[in-house]
């Protein structure tokens, strides 16, 4: 498949692609010309979804442009929604009911409405326009009244199909337009679907921030409320209790148990360390010089027990107060009191052998008063730590279920804050937002539009005409006939001698093709393909002289080719004799009209031919009938008949009928030299004739190829032939 070829078809039907656009146009300029002019309206809603500065307390927040588009989605929904649409339907049906100059002229439905049924139709366009119902094709009078909407072309579906709405490219409005006949009624219909959208949303936003604000409100004051209640429990608690507050309880408990368990640890270490030293000291002394000791001591001892006593009595209030320092500083001044004491009684009582000691002596009372002292110190420590552990203990519930009240608080607390924000916030854009959706002009009575009927015109013969060109692109791809010699050669892969233009006259005179000194381009074109055709079989049959033509089918121009190639032979000097064998179809029997019979010739009725007596071109013809060769004679004698005709004749074509008739072709093919099979431009070739074309392949050689016959003179245009001068 080629372009060229597929132009070639084109300009075949040259005249189908002038004269289909032609009275598309003719017909389409009758149809348009008496169409109404239109009108448009128009008018541009502000949205505030992209441009914020109407916008004064509310959320400045810029949303995604994902976000943004659905929104303008949205709002077109809307826009274009039964609801919107049919409240404008209703306030044109209310204008046509009520005003002396109508949008349309009443429909054949509304003149037949009485004055009762008019005013009643009038009266419920009213009522569902003020309460903003839409009608029940289910109620039998609403849906006349539906139909009546329908009848005035004031329905939804007919408003929507003039109603164009859309986004301004990337910008904040919405634009609206309406195109009808009558500019009057554009404008209303594009300043009522305005003003009943702004309305409705206006409403809903409205009503949803009012709802928003009252579910809100009441949430507000449970949250509150709930708030308060565990606040008091908690405050109840503390109360009953005696709590002010425990996690300063706890530290000061915690601290004062680690300054007790540190005096504790420091009065054991001082007990340990004081009665080792003891013992040692002890070590020291004989047995004998110990019971002396203990017997001086004794009189000191029992001197310094009231002063004792009233070291421990100071030493357990001040861990009774906590190690305050004013009871540290009269410790500290009994203690050198007892220093002093023990010093004076050893001056005075120790006079013996064991003076030498009193050094040790007085080291031990010392110690001795130190070691009673950490003693005492233990044993009080040790109550004061008891008293603080009991006292912890005491707090550890109230901590865990002051710590529950309190989480339980702290979460009461966070949803009533949220709560709150969002009913703060709810409330300020409900008392502070204007309308978000605005009207920007007022739409007025539309503009005439440019006139489309030129342009329809004008495109009717476009179409029609790509029409066109599309059908026989289509039949071009789907067509898979024989047109020129290339595709026959290539689709039989055998060679193709010439081909033969196609005639516009039905007859031709032989003569005169060949004869007329100036023909006209088609029959000169002819006889130069003829020629041609006569070189190539000349040459292929080179000293043979018998040539038998045949085809593939009936009707394929045997008999035209086979005469005008013997003509053609006769103009070269040659003697040509001219056999119809075609017994079932004998055309150069019925053209010529000879008396001269194969027949008689082969069963030797006739005698034979001499030479010198002969003139250019003879012609056999046959008797008819459905006969074969071999049932005239049989095929020595056959034989020796055309060994005879050989020697007169220069050339011998023989016309046989064609392949599908089986053996009367191929009986032919036995006494011939070579065969020339012609073909007809414009057929297909069919998978029967396939095992004809591979017969004739199989032949030894004598197939010496095709010719094309009436090959249409666009599709032979790159062809090779000679021009007339």
């Known amino acids: 498949m080629e372009l060229g070829d597929f132009f070639k078809v084109l300009s075949r039907h040259k005249l189908t692609l002038i004269i289909v656009p032609i009275i598309a146009i003719i017909i389409t300029y009758f149809l348009v010309r008496n169409q109404p002019s239109v009108y448009t309206s128009q008018t541009q809603i502000a949205t505030g979804l992209v441009d914020k500065t109407q916008v004064t307390l509310g959320d400045n927040t810029t949303a995604a442009e994902s976000q943004v588009a659905q929104d303008f989605d949205n709002l077109i929904e809307i826009l274009r929604s039964k609801r919107i649409t049919e409240q404008v339907s209703y306030q044109l049906m209310i204008h046509d009911l009520t005003s002396q100059t109508p949008f349309r002229p009443p429909s054949k439905l509304l003149l037949q409405l009485n004055q009762s049924a008019r005013e009643h139709a009038l009266a419920v366009y009213t009522d569902y326009y003020n309460r903003r119902k839409e009608l029940s094709l289910f109620n039998p009078d609403q849906n006349g009244l539906h139909s009546l909407l329908l009848s005035m072309k004031y329905d939804d579906e007919s408003l929507l199909k003039n109603l164009n709405i859309y986004r301004a490219q990337s910008s904040d409005f919405i634009d609206i337009e309406y195109n009808d006949d009558d500019p009057q009624l554009t404008a209303f219909v594009v300043n009522t679907l305005a003003h009943e959208f702004t309305s409705y949303y206006s409403f809903i936003v409205k009503d949803n921030q009012h709802k928003a604000v009252t579910f809100l409100g009441k949430l507000v004051d449970a949250k509150r409320d709930t708030l308060d209640s565990k606040i008091g429990q908690l405050k109840n608690y503390k109360i009953q209790n005696r709590i002010l507050s425990i996690p300063e309880q706890s530290r000061a408990l915690y601290s004062q148990l680690a300054d007790y368990e540190t005096h504790l640890e420091q009065a054991q270490r001082d007990a340990i360390s004081t009665q080792g030293a003891i013992n040692s000291i002890d070590n020291q002394f004989k047995p004998g010089q110990r019971k002396y000791l203990e017997s001086l001591l004794q009189p000191v001892n029992q001197s310094l027990v009231s002063t004792t006593d009233q070291l421990k009595i100071l030493n357990e209030r001040y861990i009774e107060s906590n190690f305050d320092t004013i009871y540290k500083v009269q410790i500290d001044s009994l203690q050198r009191i007892i220093s002093e004491r023990i010093n004076q009684s050893s001056d005075k009582y120790i006079v013996s052998p064991l003076a030498t000691q009193q050094n040790l002596v007085q080291e031990r009372l010392t110690l001795q008063v130190q070691y009673e002292l950490a003693k005492n110190s233990i044993g009080s420590i040790q109550q004061a730590l008891n008293r603080l552990n009991a006292q912890l203990d005491a707090v550890v519930p109230h901590e865990a279920i002051v710590q529950q009240d309190e989480s339980a608080i702290d979460v009461a607390q966070k949803e009533y804050l949220d709560i709150l ?62 047109k ?66 045949n085809s593939l089918a009936n009707g394929e121009g045997k008999t035209f080719l086979a005469t005008n190639l013997a003509y053609a032979y006769s103009l070269v000097n040659k003697k040509v004799l001219l056999i119809d064998g075609n017994f079932h179809h004998p ?38 009938g459905d006969g074969s060769l071999l049932e005239v004679n049989d095929e020595k004698t056959i034989r020796e008949k055309f060994e005879k005709l050989k020697s007169v004749f220069d050339i011998i074509i023989i016309e046989a009928s064609s392949l599908n008739t089986l053996n009367k072709s191929k009986e032919w093919n036995k006494f011939t030299d070579k065969i020339l099979t012609i073909f007809e431009a414009g057929k297909r070739l069919r998978d029967n004739e396939m095992k004809h074309i591979n017969y004739l392949k199989s032949l030894n050689g004598k197939f010496m190829g095709w010719v094309l016959n009436v090959v249409n003179k666009l599709d032979a245009a790159d062809e090779d032939h000679t021009n007339a001068a």
């Open 421 to 482: 924000n969002k009913y703060n916030q709810t409330s300020l854009d409900a008392s502070y937002s204007g309308d978000q959706l605005k009207q920007l002009d007022t739409a007025m009575p539309g503009i005439i539009s440019p006139s489309k009927k030129m342009l329809l015109v004008i495109l009717s013969g476009i179409i029609s005409f790509i029409a066109c060109v599309v059908i026989f692109f289509i039949l071009y791809f789907i067509d898979d006939t024989v």
């Open 484 to 549: 020129t010699p290339e595709e026959l050669a290539n689709r039989t892969v055998a060679p193709v001698l010439g081909y033969l233009n196609l005639l516009s006259t039905s007859t031709i005179d032989l003569r005169q093709v060949w004869s007329d000194p100036h023909p006209n381009l088609e029959t000169y074109q002819f006889r130069n393909l003829l020629q041609s055709v006569r070189f190539e079989v000349d040459t292929e049959l080179g000293p043979n002289k018998v040539l038998l033509v």
């Open 587 to 624: 055309g150069i029997t019925h053209s010529v009209k000879s008396k001269l019979y194969i027949e008689d010739y082969f069963k030797g009725t006739l005698p034979d031919f001499n030479e010198y007596n002969l003139s250019k071109i003879t012609v056999f013809s046959n008797k008819g």
